[in-house]
C-alpha cells in the first residue's frame, strides 16, 4: 500500500531555514501529483506546493519566493525547502500524493502522511 513519510520539522526563529522530506513507498505509477499542505491550529487546511511527474511546479502566494518543491526520483523523496521562515508558517505540514498526470486543476489527493509540525517564534 502506498505509504507517505514526512520528516524534517522543527522550531526555528523568524527568518530561519528548514528543509521538509517526504518518503513515498508502496507505488510503482509513473503519473502523479504530489503536494504540501499545511495547517494551523482553527485554521483550514491549505495548499503550500504541488509538483507533478513532469516537475511543474505551483505555490500558494503566501509562499512564493520563499518556499521550493523538489523531489528526488531515485530516492522517491519529495521535499519541501522553506526559507525565510515567519510565525505564519507554523502549522502542521502534510505530504499527499494522487496518481494523476496533472497537479491542475487541484485533483482530490488520495493518500496523505501523518504530517510534521514546524513552529516559527518571533
Known amino acids: 500500500h502506498v505509504q507517505l513519510v514526512e520528516s524534517g520539522g522543527g522550531s526555528v526563529q523568524t527568518g530561519g531555514s528548514l528543509r521538509l522530506s517526504c518518503a513515498a513507498s508502496?507505488?510503482?505509477?509513473?503519473?502523479?501529483?504530489m503536494g504540501w499542505f499545511r495547517q494551523a491550529p482553527g485554521k483550514e487546511r491549505e495548499g503550500v506546493a504541488t509538483?507533478?511527474?513532469?516537475?511543474?511546479?505551483s505555490y500558494a502566494d503566501s509562499v512564493k519566493g520563499r518556499f521550493t518543491i523538489s523531489q528526488d526520483n531515485a530516492k522517491n523523496t519529495l521535499y519541501l525547502q522553506m526559507n525565510s521562515l515567519k510565525p505564519e508558517d507554523t502549522a502542521m505540514y502534510y505530504c499527499?500524493?494522487?496518481?494523476?498526470?496533472?497537479?491542475?486543476?487541484?485533483?482530490?489527493?488520495?493518500?496523505w502522511g501523518q504530517g510534521t509540525q514546524v513552529t516559527v517564534s518571533s
Open positions: 508502496g507505488y510503482t505509477y509513473s503519473s502523479y501529483c
Open positions: 509538483i507533478d511527474s513532469d516537475g511543474s511546479t
Open positions: 499527499a500524493a494522487v496518481f494523476l498526470s496533472y497537479c491542475n486543476p487541484p485533483p482530490d489527493f488520495a493518500y
